[in-house]
């Protein structure tokens, strides 16, 4: 189901895209600055949206959409490889902003009132996972048995 939710994310990504990059050529712009404002406003805002709760156990599919994006404005081959052409322009990938949504959204259901649904739910699945730590189909578990690195 998540992996689902990930490449519809991606897929909803990649229409934005296509919607921003004749922003881009239209403008002429060579502001590297300008194109990562972009792609924060649009591209990545679409494609993680609810990424705290499906992106931890895919936190590599979101990435797509963003080395496309830059891969395109910058007219580069598909198969210039993607640590490469995030290195020489700075930008983190996706995953840590991935990993980054998913700490708050954590950090802010544990400062949550005790009665919360969405605070008994994560106790659950907490607990649950406690008793048997190796069950594949516990979401509590997916970010000890994904190498984050």
Not at 62 to 75: D, E, G, M, V
Not at 106 to 133: F, I, N
Request: net charge positive; charged share 20%; with cysteine.
């Amino acid at each position: 189901m998540f992996r689902v939710q990930a490449n519809n994310a991606v897929k909803k990504g990649v229409a934005a895209t296509g919607s921003v990059l004749p922003i881009v050529h239209l403008s002429q712009s060579a502001s590297l600055q300008s194109w990562k404002q972009l792609f924060q406003s649009f591209c990545e805002s679409t494609t993680l949206y609810a990424a705290e709760i499906w992106g931890l156990p895919y936190t590599d599919i979101p990435k797509r959409c963003q080395t496309n994006y830059f891969k395109s404005i910058l007219h580069l081959p598909r198969n210039t490889p993607d640590c490469l052409m995030r290195y020489d322009m700075g930008i983190a990938t996706l995953k840590w902003m991935v990993i980054k949504k998913a700490l708050r959204w954590y950090s802010k259901v544990l400062d949550m009132e005790d009665q919360r649904y969405l605070k008994r739910c994560l106790t659950r699945l907490r607990a649950l996972a406690e008793r048997a730590p190796s069950s594949w189909n516990n979401w509590y578990l997916f970010p000890s048995q994904r190498n984050l690195q």
